[in-house]
C-alpha cells in the first residue's frame, strides 16, 4: 500500500529555536499534503492544506508565519514551526493525497514535538 | 464551516459486546472515511464511503453512509481485545477532510 514517512518521529527543542518536519509520499506523488495537529485525546485539526508548487492554504487560526509549510516537490512538504514555544508541543501528522484509488488519503506516523 | 460531530466520546465494552460510533456532518458529502487510531500510534484507514446509503462490511465492522450522505456510522459486532482504540470519522465536501473528535473504545476481556 501507499507509504507517507514523516520525519523525525520525536524531536524535542528549545523555546526560540525552529524545527523542520518532513512529510514524504514514498510510492505515490502527493500534488495536495495535509497538516494536522493533534494534542492529547483530542481529535486532528487540520492546520493547512499544502499545494505542491503553490503556496498553503491556512485554516483560520493558524499563524502561517508561524508554520511554515512547503511544498516544494510532488513527493515532498516540510513544516516548520518557528520561534517554538512550549504551547506549541503537539503531535503534528501529515497525510497525502493519492490520486485516482478513490483519492484516498494516507497519514504519515506523525512527529512528537516537544518545546522547553 | 463544516462540522463533523461524533458520538460518543467514550465507549466502554465487555469482549463479545457489539459497538456502534455515529457521525454527522453540518453540510453535504462528497464521501466519508474513517480512521482507527491505537494508542500512541498515527491514524490508520479503514474505508472510504462514497454513495448514498452505501454499506460496506469488513469482517466484524460494518460502515454505513447515510441516504442524506450527512452521517455515517461504523459498527463493531462482538468486540475483541484488538478492537480498542479511537475511531475517527472524516468528512470530505471539497478539498477539506474534517474530522469528528472520535469515540474511543475500550474493551474489557
Same mark, same amino acid.
Given at each position: 500500500?501507499?507509504?507517507?514517512?514523516?520525519?523525525? @518521529?520525536?524531536?524535542?527543542?528549545? #523555546?526560540?529555536?525552529?524545527?523542520?518536519?518532513?512529510?514524504? @509520499? /514514498?510510492?505515490?506523488?502527493?500534488?495536495? &499534503?495535509?497538516?494536522?495537529?493533534?494534542?492529547?485525546?483530542? #481529535? /486532528? &485539526? /487540520? &492546520?493547512?492544506? #499544502?499545494?505542491?508548487? #503553490?503556496?498553503?492554504?491556512?485554516?483560520?487560526?493558524?499563524?502561517?508565519?508561524?508554520?511554515?509549510?512547503?511544498?516544494? @516537490?510532488?513527493? /515532498?512538504?516540510?513544516?516548520?514551526?518557528?520561534? =517554538?514555544?512550549?504551547?506549541? @508541543?503537539?503531535?503534528?501528522?501529515?497525510? =497525502?493525497?493519492?490520486?485516482?484509488?478513490?483519492?484516498?488519503?494516507?497519514?504519515?506516523?506523525?512527529?512528537?514535538?516537544?518545546?522547553? | 464551516?463544516?462540522?463533523?460531530?461524533?458520538?460518543? *466520546?467514550?465507549?466502554?465494552?465487555? $469482549?463479545? $459486546?457489539?459497538? %456502534?460510533?455515529?457521525?454527522?456532518?453540518? %453540510?453535504? !458529502?462528497?464521501?466519508?472515511?474513517?480512521?482507527?487510531?491505537?494508542?500512541?500510534?498515527?491514524?490508520?484507514?479503514?474505508?472510504?464511503?462514497?454513495?448514498?446509503? +452505501?454499506?460496506?462490511?469488513?469482517?466484524? !465492522?460494518?460502515?454505513?453512509?447515510? +441516504?442524506?450522505?450527512?452521517?455515517?456510522? !461504523?459498527?463493531?459486532?462482538?468486540? *475483541?481485545?484488538?478492537?480498542?482504540?479511537?475511531?475517527?470519522?472524516?468528512?470530505?465536501?471539497?478539498?477539506?477532510?474534517?474530522?469528528?473528535?472520535?469515540?474511543?473504545? %475500550?474493551?474489557?476481556?
Amino acid at each position: 500500500g501507499a507509504v507517507v514517512s514523516q520525519h523525525p @518521529s520525536w524531536v524535542i527543542c528549545k #523555546s526560540g529555536t525552529s524545527v523542520k518536519i518532513e512529510c514524504r @509520499s /514514498l510510492d505515490f506523488q502527493a500534488t495536495t &499534503m495535509f497538516w494536522y495537529r493533534q494534542f492529547p485525546k483530542q #481529535s /486532528l &485539526m /487540520l &492546520m493547512a492544506t #499544502s499545494n505542491e508548487g #503553490s503556496k498553503a492554504t491556512y485554516e483560520q487560526g493558524v499563524e502561517k508565519d508561524k508554520f511554515l509549510i512547503n511544498h516544494a @516537490s510532488l513527493t /515532498l512538504s516540510t513544516l516548520t514551526v518557528t520561534s =517554538a514555544h512550549p504551547e506549541d @508541543s503537539s503531535f503534528y501528522i501529515c497525510s =497525502a493525497r493519492r490520486q485516482g484509488s478513490g483519492n484516498t488519503i494516507y497519514f504519515g506516523e506523525g512527529s512528537w514535538l516537544t518545546v522547553v | 464551516g463544516q462540522q463533523v460531530m461524533q458520538i460518543p *466520546q467514550y465507549q466502554h465494552v465487555q $469482549e463479545g $459486546e457489539d459497538f %456502534t460510533t455515529y457521525c454527522n456532518s453540518s %453540510t453535504t !458529502l462528497s464521501n466519508i472515511q474513517w480512521y482507527k487510531q491505537r494508542p500512541g500510534g498515527h491514524p490508520v484507514f479503514l474505508i472510504q464511503l462514497v454513495k448514498s446509503g +452505501e454499506v460496506k462490511k469488513q469482517k466484524r !465492522l460494518t460502515f454505513q453512509f447515510g +441516504e442524506a450522505k450527512k452521517n455515517s456510522s !461504523l459498527h463493531i459486532t462482538a468486540t *475483541q481485545t484488538t478492537d480498542v482504540g479511537t475511531y475517527f470519522c472524516a468528512g470530505r465536501s471539497s478539498e477539506k477532510l474534517v474530522f469528528g473528535k472520535g469515540t474511543k473504545l %475500550t474493551v474489557n476481556p
